[in-house]
């Protein structure tokens, strides 16, 4: 078994695609940002308005850390992750890294009404998430595996996309369901 962890952008669908590709593969799903909550035993974006983004990166550094030396299961983390390079790294050693690419303009329309995301409360989130998307893409790919384009594919599309690329990957052995 291994473990398969998805980065990307916030919205790009981690933690929904990651949920069904563990069910599909049936290996244990984990959500790290849900991790890490239950660790601070307080939402994420309280966390990081009450001691700062730099103090959460360490957090979320040491959840990724026991998260992704569990051996087998499907991660789904936070969109900023890759910041750290040692995140990169880890990740990368430990599995398998999908990259769900999704683009601004895609991810403003899912994104218009989240609350819950600190990076996205501001003036104009667009012009964030093109900040975010040119500054995290070269750190997605340098630690992806695999890059898949979310565009319009829905969520079985895209855990029969990330499937096929693991199975065809001979480092990859899988437990393909049947």
Do not use: W
Request: some cysteine.
């Amino acid at each position: 078994m291994i473990m398969i962890s998805l980065i990307g952008l916030p919205g790009s669908g981690k933690s929904t695609v990651g949920r069904q590709l563990a069910r599909r593969l049936q290996l244990p799903f984990v959500d790290s940002d849900h991790a890490i909550e239950a660790r601070l035993g307080c939402p994420i974006r309280e966390f990081f308005e009450r001691e700062g983004e730099a103090r959460f990166r360490e957090m979320e550094s040491e959840v990724i850390d026991q998260l992704s030396a569990q051996g087998s299961g499907v991660l789904s983390t936070g969109g900023g992750a890759v910041l750290l390079a040692v995140n990169r790294e880890r990740l990368r050693a430990r599995g398998r890294v999908i990259y769900l690419k999704s683009h601004p303009e895609e991810l403003i329309r899912r994104l218009r009404h989240d609350t819950n995301r600190p990076l996205l409360q501001v003036a104009d989130p667009m012009a964030k998430l093109r900040e975010l998307f040119a500054a995290r893409d070269p750190l997605y790919r340098q630690t992806a595996h695999f890059v898949v384009e979310t565009g319009r594919p829905s969520v079985a599309t895209l855990v029969n996309m990330i499937v096929m690329q693991l199975e065809l990957n001979p480092g990859a052995p899988l437990n393909s369901g049947a």
